[in-house]
C-alpha cells in the first residue's frame, strides 16, 4: 500500500469510529431525554393523584425509569469509552504514518501535534 493510501485509510477509519462515537452519543443523549420527561410525567402525575393506589403504581414505574435510566447511562459510557480508546489508536497510527511523508501534506503533524510512538502510550 502507497504512503498517499495508507495515510487516507488511516483518515476513513478515524472518521468512521469518530462518527460511531457521535452516533453512540447522540443516542445515549435521545434516551436519557426521554427517560427524563418519562419520569418528570409520573412524578407530576403523582402530585395530582388522590387513589393511593395509583400513587404506589407511579411511584413503583417511578423508580423503574430511575434504574433502567442509570443501567443506560453506565452501559453507554462504557461504549463511549471504549470507541473513544478506538479514535485514539486510530489517531495515533495516523500521526505516525505521516513522519514518512513531507510536512506540508500532513493533516495533523502541520499541526504542532507530537509524534507518539506506539511503544511510548502507556
Known sequence: ?????????LLQAASWQDSLLQSYRLLQLTLQS??????IGLLVTVMFLN????????????????ELQIFAKMSYSEIILSREEDINFWHRELISAETEIDA??????SLGIAVIKPHMVV
Not at 34 to 39: F, N
Not at 51 to 66: K, M, R
Not at 104 to 109: I, L, V
Open 104 to 109: 506540508s501534506q500532513r493533516y495533523f503533524g
Open 34 to 39: 426521554v427517560l427524563l420527561v418519562i419520569g
Open 51 to 66: 387513589n393511593s393506589l395509583l400513587v404506589v403504581t407511579s411511584c413503583l414505574l417511578f423508580v423503574i425509569i430511575w
Open 1 to 9: 500500500m502507497q504512503t498517499n493510501e495508507k495515510l487516507s485509510f
